[in-house]
């Protein structure tokens, strides 16, 4: 399992669980290296939103795409809250329900939602995030905050 530097980890049941509630705790507290070190050097993290629903959604394979994903939604997105509200642990897939705050940079609008996750984890790294969101509903307010910006 990864360093997890000065962030700790409660109440795990598996390994696949610390990696994930580690994942979760680094990106509550910005730490971006922190969050990257869960991830594999491939890993593939994938957001399930419709084509041109968000500028920065699809498919990224390994953790320099990865790692770039997260620079644009932080220089893009300020993280309110993420918080998990639901765990499911199946051998080394979990599945979150995140209830999440972002503050949109560009308006300082705030969006508010839930985020469904599922990862797989492998030799102690998340080697695969699928991520699903309210596309229509994230859809309606990046149009009302920014049309350009919807548009990608």
Request: negative net charge; hydrophobic residues 45%.
């Amino acid at each position: 399992m990864p360093a997890e530097s000065q962030l700790g980890v409660e109440h795990v049941r598996n390994d696949a669980e610390a990696v994930v509630h580690g994942a979760y705790q680094a990106l509550a507290v910005g730490e971006r290296e922190a969050q990257l070190a869960y991830f594999a050097d491939d890993a593939i993290f994938h957001q399930h939103v419709p084509e041109g629903t968000i500028p920065h959604a699809g498919l990224s394979i390994g953790k320099r795409q990865f790692a770039e994903r997260l620079d644009y939604i932080y220089a893009n997105w300020d993280i309110l809250k993420s918080e998990p509200l639901s765990f499911r642990v199946d051998g080394d897939w979990v599945h979150c329900q995140m209830a999440s705050v972002f503050r949109y940079k560009r308006t300082g609008a705030i969006f508010e939602g839930r985020i469904r996750h599922v990862f797989h984890v492998v030799d102690g790294r998340i080697a695969r995030l699928d991520e699903y969101v309210d596309a229509p509903l994230l859809r309606a307010f990046l149009e009302l905050n920014d049309w350009e910006a919807a548009r990608g």
